[in-house]
């Protein structure tokens, strides 16, 4: 078995679960996790860790995402998306591209998002969304999340109104809380009628295989390259890569970055993560 990543474009119809079974199974460990969870609905990149890089994991899904999505504005459904029962539907006739385009702007930035009720956000130690198929109402309070790009590839009028769209956010953001809240916007109600993710930090769906790749050819990005994709690098010396190798703390080490940074020996070995604390570089994980 080799430590890293294993890059999935998620086929639709699939839980995000349902794909680690599967790659546990063609990696021969139980050792396998997944770094930012997609809707069944939702197909494209996936970031799976194996052995030890199953640790990297937590700190992968501080990363921002892109999708592509579409959202019919005129219906809106339970989950926010098409998996659910029509709650409502309105004539969106009236509405124009110039106005669907000006609705998208209060929703990109720094914003207050309510995630949908139906997610996997715990209330009082249940799930959201098992709250909510349970029969009980559930509110959710408001996240800050940066939706960085909300535009719109093309507005398809009619009764109802589909749009086709580009989304970069932060980890936390719900596109199909974006349809709701557009269509709540434009007094219509919405809803997400399909997601692709296309990039996970740096990876994306040029990076990504599909299962029945993977059957044929189990590729896996090793640990250190994954870790080079993922983070900031630091090369260390030899005297403080010894120290690093056993979690030690490091007094005035400047790592010359926020978050999580990938530390390496002079001989290109991953050894850990640390993060600054002042002038002192702390252990977030140490991988040897």
Not at 40 to 51: F, K, R, Y
Not at 61 to 88: H, M
Not at 122 to 133: E, H, I, L, Q
Not at 191 to 197: E, M
């Amino acid at each position: 078995m080799t430590d890293g990543l294993v890059v999935v474009d998620k086929p639709a119809g699939w839980t995000s679960h349902d794909v680690v079974a599967r790659v546990r199974r063609l990696a021969g460990t139980k050792k396998v996790g997944h770094a930012g969870t997609l809707d069944p609905m939702a197909t494209g990149v996936l970031v799976l860790g194996i052995g030890r890089a199953t640790r990297m994991l937590g700190h992968l899904q501080l990363a921002d995402k892109e999708y592509e999505a579409s959202i019919r504005l005129g219906e809106s459904t339970v989950t926010d998306d098409a998996e659910g029962d029509i709650l409502d539907t309105v004539d969106a006739t009236h509405l124009t591209a110039d106005q669907v385009r000006r609705a998208m702007n209060p929703l990109t930035g720094d914003i207050q998002q309510v995630p949908t009720a139906v997610s996997a956000i715990k209330v009082d130690g249940k799930r959201s969304y098992a709250r909510v198929r349970a029969g009980e109402d559930v509110e959710l309070k408001a996240r800050p999340v940066t939706v960085s790009v909300f535009e719109a590839r093309d507005v398809r009028l009619g009764a109802v109104v589909d749009v086709d769209v580009h989304v970069s956010c932060s980890t936390g953001t719900y596109v199909r809380a974006l349809a709701r809240d557009l269509g709540a916007a434009l007094g219509v109600g919405g809803h997400l009628t399909a997601l692709r993710r296309t990039r996970v930090g740096g990876f994306t769906l040029a990076d990504a295989r599909s299962l029945e790749e993977l059957e044929h050819e189990f590729a896996v990005v090793p640990i250190a390259d994954a870790a080079r994709a993922s983070f900031a690098c630091a090369e260390l010396d030899d005297s403080t890569a010894q120290a690093v190798r056993f979690g030690r703390k490091l007094p005035g080490y400047d790592l010359g970055a926020t978050g999580a940074v990938a530390l390496f020996a002079p001989d290109g070995e991953f050894l850990a993560l640390y993060e600054q604390q002042r002038d002192v570089a702390r252990p977030v994980a140490v991988f040897v």
